[in-house]
């Protein structure tokens, strides 16, 4: 890695104008690490909530008229350059977030397949013909961007989940003001960047920080808003549903989970725990779709904890910067608070630690990985995303225990199955109630498939061909 890298000066961005703090409030930006203060961000004042709305508005007719194929060359030379950034880019989200430097350079490559995903779509958004019931009427149904946007997007994929937004956003032909997260603002801004770079026209992409309620407030109820997305909590996404209700507005949702993982007795038991494992422990286990909840049938049970437990405690925990490091810390003290209180809520219920549990000697937010066997269903972590390096493993009996064991929650956003049995997996992916399955591996999202939960887990889809249609609506226009 380039020891010359330097952490930037932050800014907003409005109507193509990076603005600096100047006399702004500003928020201190920590690199969990080392605990170090990374930068300084400036607060949005009500009137760069103005603006930035303004900015949209005004640019809204411009793109939209814009032809799909120079929007998708311009989506196609910011994915290009992003590339041609990633070891910077690379380097931000892990001195902002923490993940190590591998996970973070994955992380870049997706954002950018983003981009190249929406470019693709946008040349595609065709509307259709339909047949008339009387000679010469001419029946036309006809895709439009439903115009501009207000998003948000969390710091846990600081760089894929305003990636997703936005290429949607711009590759639908609709202008949009994004509310990245004030934990992670360097790598959004270099995004922001990349596209402004690539010909975006100014004030077609808008980016604010500072206080997420006035934010959200001013934005959602603007009547120059016509659609809201946002990824996040599911408490939170039912204060913005309602907001956006309110006006009418569309809103797509991509709200919390808590995934189940069922594991069969024909599997690999050791080769499961090992693809599980990974999966939990990537980005320190704060992901929407992280296996949490792990229900292993009995007869390999105990082949499927020892194996799972064994990784965790031989897994290397440390700075993501250092060579080697599998796993970096917590975003953030809240995340590490989190662990401490649902470890000891388990333990107090009877659950039993088989790795981790503790805090290890390093001056960040770190947590071992940690492995609770025989979790029942009556502690927090049961019920409570942990969004942190926690997996609770208990067993169960037959098919129709661990569908109900899987189903029982509100929650449904991603869920895995391990069989090699076919029928299993049929009946397994017919009845779990999840937006997203995986059966024996655990990639839950790719820019070219849809992601979307059901229940308490959210509305509306990203990604794919239902990613794009999100931004759309449908104009009938029917001509004699």
Not at 401 to 419: D, S
Not at 463 to 468: Q, R
Request: glycine share 10%; aromatic share 6%.
């Amino acid at each position: 890695m380039d020891n010359s890298l330097q952490y930037p000066e932050l800014n907003l961005l409005i109507g193509g104008q990076a603005l600096a703090a100047g006399s702004r409030r500003t928020l201190d930006v920590t690199d969990p690490a080392t605990l170090a203060v990374l930068g300084r961000l400036p607060v949005a004042t009500s009137d760069d909530i103005d603006a930035a709305l303004d900015a949209a508005h005004r640019s809204f007719p411009r793109w939209r008229d814009t032809p799909a194929l120079e929007r998708a060359a311009i989506l196609r030379r910011a994915a290009a350059l992003m590339r041609e950034r990633a070891p910077r880019l690379a380097w931000l989200i892990t001195r902002e977030l923490g993940k190590p430097l591998a996970e973070s350079e994955k992380e870049v490559a997706t954002a950018a397949e983003m981009f190249e995903w929406a470019a693709e779509e946008a040349r595609r958004t065709y509307g259709r013909l339909i047949p008339g019931r009387v000679a010469g009427i001419r029946q036309m149904a006809i895709p439009e961007p439903v115009g501009p946007v207000a998003a948000f997007s969390g710091w846990n994929a600081p760089a894929i989940t305003p990636s997703r937004k936005i290429a949607g956003a711009l590759g639908a032909g609709c202008s949009i003001v994004i509310k990245p997260s004030e934990e992670t603002p360097a790598i959004a801004l270099e995004i922001g960047r990349a596209l402004a770079d690539a010909g975006l026209p100014a004030g077609t992409l808008n980016m604010l920080f500072g206080d997420p309620g006035e934010i959200s407030r001013r934005l959602i109820e603007s009547p120059l808003i016509r659609m809201v997305t946002f990824t996040g909590s599911t408490s939170i996404g039912r204060e913005l549903a309602v907001m956006a209700a309110a006006g009418l507005k569309r809103a797509t949702l991509e709200l919390g989970g808590h995934a189940p993982v069922l594991v069969f007795d024909d599997a690999d038991a050791e080769a499961a725990a090992d693809t599980v494992l990974a999966a939990k422990l990537r980005n320190s286990g704060q992901i929407c779709t992280s296996p949490t909840r792990m229900y292993v049938q009995r007869g390999v049970y105990e082949r499927f904890v020892a194996r799972l437990a064994e990784r965790a405690r031989g897994w290397r925990v440390g700075n993501g910067l250092d060579a080697g490091v599998q796993m970096g810390p917590l975003a953030n003290p809240r995340r590490l608070a989190a662990m401490e209180s649902m470890v000891a809520d388990a333990l107090a219920h009877g659950a039993q630690l088989a790795a981790g549990g503790t805090r290890p000697d390093l001056p960040g937010w770190f947590w071992a990985p940690t492995v609770l066997r025989d979790a029942g269903t009556d502690c927090m972590a049961a019920h409570t995303e942990p969004f942190g390096p926690l997996a609770l493993v208990s067993p169960f009996d037959d098919l129709d225990e661990g569908l109900a064991l899987a189903n029982r929650l509100p929650f449904g956003l991603a869920a895995y199955v391990f069989t090699r049995d076919s029928a299993i997996a049929r009946t397994a992916t017919e009845r779990i109630e999840s937006g997203v399955v995986c059966v024996n591996h655990c990639q839950a999202s790719l820019p070219e498939t849809p992601f979307g939960g059901f229940k308490d887990s959210g509305l509306g889809k990203e990604g794919g061909i239902e990613g794009l249609q999100e931004f759309m609506q449908i104009k009938y226009v029917s001509q004699i």
